[in-house]
């Protein structure tokens, strides 16, 4: 197929859905400047991820961990929304998109213009901590400045319990209204339209299976082939920007695109 053919095709599939849940990875970031995991240049490359059960266990990884963030959380912090969380916030706009599930945890879907509580985040959300005991939120600028002046992992003033990045680490379970909303749009949409995700790691790796059991059309865009790509009514080895990008551009330009 070239690549006007897959454009066409990927056109066809999106302007006549009315309900496209979209499940993204790190992959969709990556045009934003942030580095996704598994790929040449990706973070594992680099160091290994603390797990949940190191994090508890040890007041040395929770310094080693807050230590990463502050280096990682500046590269967050300049990242900005980029063409492909941009065209997923136009197919809302236009009325086509229902909900996005992201493994990302980097809060770019929310700040493109889709609202909050149409985003689920599997993985939780870097851009603030809480507390593993109560569970209340923390906010990241006075742990820095404490971090740095004590160099002590934080610890809440409410219940005195382990503060941590709100995000999901290895080891720790997923979070539970999360999954169950992800499972509810998954079997509800009409087209699955899954972003920059390797499709290896489960339960979130199910979720295409779900959609496509449950009458959803199936499309993979990635950058290399996925183990799923079998299963997909259109599957694209690409860039999310360029080729999502044009192609919901395009749509959005012609007179009758909006389904409100
Ligand atoms: P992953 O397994 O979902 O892999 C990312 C995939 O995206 C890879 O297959 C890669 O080829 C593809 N990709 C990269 N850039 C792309 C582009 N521009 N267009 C199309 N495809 C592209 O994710 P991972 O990297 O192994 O990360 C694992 C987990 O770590 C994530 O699920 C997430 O929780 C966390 N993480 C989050 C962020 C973030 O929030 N931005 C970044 C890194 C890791």
């Known amino acids: 197929m070239t690549s ?3 454009s ?30 598994r790929s040449d240049d990706g973070l594992w490359r680099r160091m290994r991820p603390i797990d949940f059960q190191d994090f508890l266990a040890s007041e040395e990884m929770r310094r080693e961990s ?13 990242a ?38 149409q985003v689920i985040e599997l993985h939780g959300n870097a851009t603030y901590a809480a507390c593993l ?4 939120r923390h906010e990241l600028a006075p742990i820095f400045e404490r971090f740095r002046a004590t160099g002590d992992p934080p610890l809440c003033e409410l219940c005195g319990g382990i503060v941590k990045s709100a995000t999901i680490s290895f080891g720790q379970a ?6 169950a909303r992800a499972e509810q749009e998954t079997s509800s949409c009409d087209l699955f339209l899954v972003l920059g995700t ?3 790691v489960y339960p979130a790796a199910g979720f295409p299976r779900i959609a496509k059991i449950h009458g959803a059309k199936l499309v993979i865009l990635n950058r290399e082939p996925t183990d799923q790509d079998h299963l997909a009514d259109l599957a694209i080895a690409g860039e999310i920007g ?12 012609e007179p009758g695109a909006a389904r409100h």
């Open 133 to 136: 005991g109560c569970g209340e």
């Open 80 to 117: 900005k929304p980029n063409r492909g969380h941009l065209a997923l916030c136009t197919l809302h706009r236009l009325g086509h998109l229902q909900s996005v599930i992201t493994q990302n945890v980097d809060g770019l879907h929310q700040r493109s213009g889709i609202p909050a509580e």
């Open 66 to 78: 807050w230590r990463r963030k502050a280096v990682s959380d500046s590269t967050l912090e300049m």
């Open 8 to 37: 066409s095709r990927l056109h066809r599939l999106l302007g006549a859905a009315r309900r496209i849940v979209a499940f993204t990875g790190a992959g969709i970031s990556t045009e934003s400047g942030i580095p996704d995991f």
């Open 242 to 253: 360029p080729v999502l990008g044009g192609v919901v551009e395009t749509l959005a330009r």
């Open 4 to 6: 006007a053919d897959t």
């Open 198 to 200: 390797s499709l290896v």
């Open 174 to 179: 997923m979070p539970a209204v999360a999954m």
